[in-house]
């Protein structure tokens, strides 16, 4: 079991002693796992109730991006946890490349599609995910795709908000526990602009190009050929210091934007359904 470093609300230690017998109470799970700070502490808790009757399945296509599918391989192997790798096609599907408003939709379907194959498969009962009480708050229609395949959410059945995951991983030493929410590549582009791997491979490679001078949390909006970034409005003063503005502007031309622009009210979650 992973010791409790730190104390913890008298909520927040009912809800993690609620979610572990919940997960002993289960004969093996299958978690789809991303690497984000809600899935792997589903994934953590599982293989800490569980051991080999538990499984971390991730999801690998151009929306994700390489550096979070190494941070996810590292993550699964500190944990412990058999990790497994699958490839998934939703870029092929027009419910997905033509970005309608419910893309999430046709992504969770693709994904659970083989998660559930894999865990019948495989033998492993049940199939969670590390949907959250919040993520119940905001338009997610990749949700009701994993309602479908009859996915469980613990942390939304027990009433995790991302605050509680936060302080819970922290509390059991999980060095990824302030991770910053990364969604996957295509919520870069508005709904209706079409998402392929080339233009996806542009977002990738600004996004690090900007990582690489300090940033911590940054978002390259894709619209047309143009690029708009947003970054924390705290960190702002630092990009005017640190950053060439030339160099960059040069760069971000070499990989196809027409024009590079600021968002100057930062970054902000949810924007894109705003």
């Given at each position: 079991?992973?010791?409790?470093?730190?104390?913890?609300?008298?909520?927040?230690?009912?809800?993690?002693?609620?979610?572990?017998?919940?997960?002993?109470?289960?004969?093996?799970?299958?978690?789809?796992?991303?690497?984000?700070?809600?899935?792997?502490?589903?994934?953590?808790?599982?293989?800490?109730?569980?051991?080999?009757?538990?499984?971390?399945?991730?999801?690998?296509s151009p929306a994700l991006a390489n550096n979070l599918?190494?941070?996810?391989?590292?993550?699964?192997?500190?944990?412990?946890?058999?990790?497994?790798?699958?490839?998934?096609?939703?870029?092929?599907?027009?419910?997905?490349?033509?970005?309608?408003?419910?893309?999430?939709?046709?992504?969770?379907?693709?994904?659970?599609?083989?998660?559930?194959?894999?865990?019948?498969?495989?033998?492993?009962?049940?199939?969670?995910?590390?949907?959250?009480?919040?993520?119940?708050?905001?338009?997610?229609?990749?949700?009701?795709?994993?309602?479908?395949?009859?996915?469980?959410?613990?942390?939304?059945?027990?009433?995790?908000?991302?605050?509680?995951?936060?302080?819970?991983?922290?509390?059991?030493?999980?060095?990824?526990?302030?991770?910053?929410?990364?969604?996957?590549?295509?919520?870069?582009?508005?709904?209706?602009?079409?998402?392929?791997?080339?233009?996806?491979?542009?977002?990738?490679?600004?996004?690090?190009?900007?990582?690489?001078?300090?940033?911590?949390?940054?978002?390259?909006?894709?619209?047309?050929?143009?690029?708009?970034?947003?970054?924390?409005?705290?960190?702002?003063?630092?990009?005017?210091?640190?950053?060439?503005?030339?160099?960059?502007?040069?760069?971000?031309?070499?990989?196809?934007?027409?024009?590079?622009?600021?968002?100057?009210?930062?970054?902000?979650?949810?924007?894109?359904?705003?």
């Open positions: 079991m992973f010791n409790q470093l730190e104390i913890l609300s008298d909520e927040q230690s009912e809800k993690l002693y609620t979610i572990r017998r919940y997960i002993k109470n289960l004969e093996s799970v299958c978690i789809a796992y991303s690497g984000g700070v809600d899935s792997t502490l589903v994934t953590s808790l599982a293989f800490e109730q569980l051991g080999r009757k538990a499984i971390a399945i991730t999801g690998i599918r190494e941070e996810a391989r590292s993550q699964a192997k500190w944990i412990g946890v058999k990790h497994l790798e699958i490839k998934t096609l939703e870029l092929d599907q027009p419910s997905y490349n033509k970005n309608p408003k419910d893309r999430c939709f046709a992504c969770k379907k693709e994904l659970h599609k083989h998660t559930t194959y894999l865990s019948q498969k495989l033998n492993y009962k049940i199939v969670l995910d590390g949907v959250n009480l919040d993520d119940l708050k905001d338009y997610r229609p990749g949700i009701q795709a994993s309602k479908q395949a009859g996915v469980i959410s613990p942390l939304a059945k027990f009433k995790f908000s991302k605050q509680d995951i936060r302080d819970i991983s922290r509390a059991l030493g999980f060095p990824w526990w302030d991770k910053p929410a990364q969604p996957c590549l295509s919520s870069r582009f508005p709904y209706g602009h079409e998402i392929t791997s080339d233009r996806l491979k542009m977002v990738e490679k600004a996004e690090e190009y900007l990582k690489k001078g300090g940033l911590s949390e940054v978002r390259v909006r894709c619209q047309g050929s143009t690029a708009r970034i947003e970054i924390p409005q705290d960190e702002l003063k630092q990009f005017f210091n640190e950053y060439n503005f030339s160099e960059l502007v040069q760069y971000f031309s070499k990989l196809g934007f027409n024009c590079t622009s600021l968002d100057l009210e930062g970054l902000v979650s949810g924007k894109l359904n705003r």
